[in-house]
């Protein structure tokens, strides 16, 4: 069975395929699928998302 891929994944997919990046569309030079100024913000939302769930886990450990 395959997976049905929104419109957004395929454009994305078929972004990366060319070259370019998934998100803008501009041509990538260093990553597998973002350009370098999407790189970084992908990088940053990373790191927020990542503090913030070890914060969640940290204070819901205290707790209990
Ligand atoms: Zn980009």
Redesign the pocket.
């Known amino acids: 069975m395959k997976k049905q891929l929104s419109r957004q994944r395929m454009w994305q997919i078929a972004q990366v395929k060319k070259g370019r990046?998934?998100?803008?569309?501009?041509k990538?030079k260093h990553y597998k699928q973002?350009?370098?100024?999407?790189?970084a913000k992908h990088r940053e939302l990373k790191n927020r998302l990542y503090r913030e769930r070890r914060a969640a886990e940290k204070s819901k450990a205290s707790k209990a």
């Open positions: 990046c998934a998100i803008c569309a501009k990538r973002f350009c370098d100024a999407c790189q």
